[in-house]
Every structure is written in C-alpha cells, then in structure tokens.
T-cell receptor
Framework: AQSVTQLDSQVPVFEEAPVELRCNYS??????LFWYVQYPNQGLQLLLK??????LVKGINGFEAEFNKSQTSFHLRKPSVHISDTAEYFC????????????FGTGTQLKVEL | EAQVTQNPRYLITVTGKKLTVTCSQN?????MSWYRQDPGLGLRQIYY???????DKGDVPEGYKVSRKEKRNFPLILESPSPNQTSLYFC?????????????FGPGTRLTVT
C-alpha cells in the first residue's frame, strides 16, 4: 500500500527566512503528488500538485515543490516566509489506478515567528 | 460560489446515540469522500463514492455508513457512536473522469463522543 512520510511534525522558523518541508512517498511507480495547507479552524486548501512534466512545480502563496523520482521525494519550499504562512501542511499522493484516493502524510506544523 | 458545506460544524454527543453529518457540494462533482483527521495520524479515508449509488470503503470504515442518493449530497452516518470516533471529519469532492483532480474540502466537523 502507498504511504507518505513527513519526517518533521513541527518546523519553527523566523519570518522572512527560507523553509523546506520534507515529504517522501513509498511507491516506486508513477504517482501524482499534492501539497495541501490547513489554516487554523479551516478545511484543506490545495497549494500545488505534480501530475507530470516539469519536476519543479509552483503553487500559490509563493510556494514551490520539486519532484525527485530517484529519491521518491516531493519537498515543499518557500524562499521567505510570512507570519500568515503559519499553518499545518500535508503532503498527499494518488496512485494511478487507485481511483481518486488521496493518501496523506501525518502533517507538518509550520510556525512562523517574528 | 463553488464550495463543499458540512453540518454541523461542532457536535457533542453521547455513546450510542445515532447521528448524521451532512455534506453537500455545488460543483456537480462525481467523486465524494469522507476523511477523519486525528493528531499524529494525518487524514484517513473513511468512505468514498464515485457516483450516485456507488460507494466503497476507505481505510477506516468500521462504525460508519454512507449513502449517495443524489449527486450533490454524501451524508456520513454513525449508527452507534463510540468515544474512539471523537475526531475532526472532512468531506471532499472532485471531478473524476480523466483525472486526477484537486479535491475540494469542506470546513470540517468536530465531533466529540462522551
């Protein structure tokens, strides 16, 4: 079965500093990859997705992620974070032939401090 | 406005008292799904539906029921709630054919079973 690992449960960072949130997935076959963000007391919102093509994917709010097939990784990055980026971030995967089922990682809480 | 709505947003109930959490989407999506979110576990799929009258189990279906009588609605039913079903529940929907597509999430329902 497909699995997604987010190694960091919490990432504290100062405002305007860069950040990287790590995500690794288990499958050795082609997958579709997603990053979702959850602001306090809200549902999940799509940040970006990788379906095919360029391995560098740009999303909303200045975030980007790079698909690395050899390392089965899809790390999320932002060059300069803002207080408003404080939220929980989830990496998720859909396997081809798996319907539309999203398998989520356990989430990374990003806390941006002044 | 395109959206997924859930009701109620907060619910406190007692063990064994049947309850229903409603989910509705106005985007004419074929695919709908229920997830539960627990600390340290991320989101796990409970049930999903690929179209009207087509439902199937996700990863954690025990203790839950669903129905899909209309395309826009996908209620989650707990026939006899237990304290281990205390959780944050999300409904999501998406297009299906030719996907995968972004899943749109509702605002969540926080359920407490005492």
């Amino acid at each position: 079965a497909q699995s997604v690992t987010q190694l960091d449960s919490q990432v504290p960072v100062f405002e305007e500093a860069p950040v990287e949130l790590r995500c690794n997935y288990s499958s050795s076959v082609s997958v579709y990859l997603f990053w979702y963000v959850q602001y306090p007391n809200q549902g999940l919102q799509l940040l970006l997705k990788y379906l095919s093509g360029s391995t560098l994917v740009k999303g909303i709010n200045g975030f980007e992620a790079e698909f690395n097939k050899s390392q089965t990784s899809f790390h999320l990055r932002k060059p300069s974070v803002h207080i408003s980026d404080t939220a929980e971030y989830f990496c998720a995967v859909i396997s081809p032939g798996g319907g539309n089922k999203l398998t989520f990682g356990t989430g990374t809480q990003l806390k941006v401090e002044l | 406005e395109a959206q997924v709505t859930q009701n109620p947003r907060y619910l406190i109930t007692v063990t064994g008292k049947k309850l229903t959490v409603t989910c509705s989407q106005n985007m004419n999506h074929e695919y709908m799904s229920w997830y539960r979110q627990d600390p340290g576990l991320g989101l796990r799929q409970i049930y999903y539906s690929m179209n009207v009258e087509v439902t199937d189990k996700g990863d954690v279906p025990e203790g839950y029921k669903v129905s899909r009588k209309e395309k826009r609605n996908f209620p989650l039913i707990l026939e006899s709630p237990s304290p281990n079903q205390t959780s944050l529940y999300f409904c999501a929907s998406s297009l299906l054919a030719g996907g995968p597509y972004e899943q749109y999430f509702g605002p969540g329902t926080r359920l407490t079973v005492t």
